[in-house]
């Protein structure tokens, strides 16, 4: 059976996002792509600098993904509408990572900026992935502006320290009305499938992998964790019980005699 | 002619009068870029027609790794 999701007119059959940041050199990234089954995958803008040349990343992206810009650097809505406006100049499609970010020691998403940043963004015919602190009135806020998935953080960017924000999240999956895509904290593919599990669109992440022993063989185990985990959300996890309920008969033979008469 | 360049402070030549001028010399010639003119992006098929002026605020980005 396929399971197709689709978020800004794209059929998608991965669930997991990638990004390229933190990789000790570009020449994995064709490489992780292919282990982890990613179609969608972020890159950065920055300034170019004139002292000395940089490869161009986008010669180690196949052509076949979906190419995921973030706003990242943004402070407020304007900056992040002139990032969104630059990345689409270069014609590689029009989605886009909003990431808007003042708090320098937890790289939190402001929220507000960000509902602003959507309304501009969408109406100018972005499909527009917004990161945000998982509130549900704020993702409510999103859909309204015209998000096409609302994107809450598990715990702090690069933290690996996984789905600290888990109840709020669920609260997202069960209310938003969008696809929710948790990005940022996954640092184990255990977490990964559980976000999964919970019902989720599809995980972003980046640092888990790239800053793996070894990358490959990490983006190959998140692979399978979310298809795991999705296809667990699809089964129906069984409930939760507070005593033992038993998985064999416990009566029939040794000293009870008919019992089950 | 004195400009603002990627938030430096930067003299160009007399044979920068265009945005295409500018990017045919060095260090920019022949680099994948992204440009932004005093706020707005300016697109590749427009660098021949966009006239540079004194105290301009010159954005040139390129894509890198990201999350």
């Given amino acids: 059976m396929q399971d197709l999701f689709h978020i800004g007119g794209k059929a998608l059959s991965s669930r997991l996002f990638i990004g390229t940041g933190k990789y000790n050199r570009n020449t994995l990234i064709p490489e992780v792509i292919e282990r982890s089954g990613a179609e969608v995958i972020t890159v950065a803008l920055r300034r170019v600098n004139p002292d000395w040349e940089e490869e161009n990343l986008l010669h180690h992206i196949p052509s076949h993904m979906t190419l995921l810009p973030n706003t990242s650097g943004a402070r407020n809505a304007e900056e992040a509408i002139r990032i969104a406006r630059l990345a689409r100049a270069a014609d590689l499609g029009n989605w886009i990572k909003l990431e808007v970010i003042q708090d320098q020691r937890y790289l939190l998403p402001d929220n507000l900026e960000t509902i602003k940043a959507t309304e501009v963004l969408a109406a100018e015919g972005f499909v527009v992935l917004p990161y945000m602190s998982p509130d549900l009135s704020a993702a409510l806020r999103l859909r309204e502006a015209g998000a096409a998935a609302v994107m809450p953080l598990g715990s702090p960017i690069g933290s690996n320290r996984g789905l600290r924000t888990k109840e709020l999240i669920q609260i997202l999956i069960e209310e938003a009305g969008l696809p929710v895509i948790v990005d940022a904290g996954i640092g184990k593919p255990s977490e990964a499938a559980e976000a999964m599990e919970m019902g989720a669109a599809a995980v972003l992440l980046n640092t888990a992998i790239a800053t793996a022993r070894d990358p490959l063989g990490m983006a190959e185990a998140f692979r399978a964790a979310v298809a795991a985990g999705r296809l667990a959300h699809l089964a129906g996890l069984g409930p939760v019980e507070q005593n033992a309920v038993a998985s064999s008969p416990l009566t029939g033979f040794l000293d009870e005699v008919g019992a089950e008469a | ?67």
């Fill in chain 2, 1 to 67: 002619m004195q400009v603002r360049l990627n938030g430096n402070e930067t003299r160009l030549n007399e044979g920068s009068l265009t945005l295409a001028d500018l990017l045919a010399q060095p260090p920019w010639r022949d680099r994948k870029l992204l440009v932004e003119l005093n706020g707005t992006v300016v697109r590749k098929e427009d660098y021949t027609v966009t006239p540079l002026s004194e105290g301009d605020r010159i954005e040139l980005v390129h894509f890198v790794g990201g999350g």
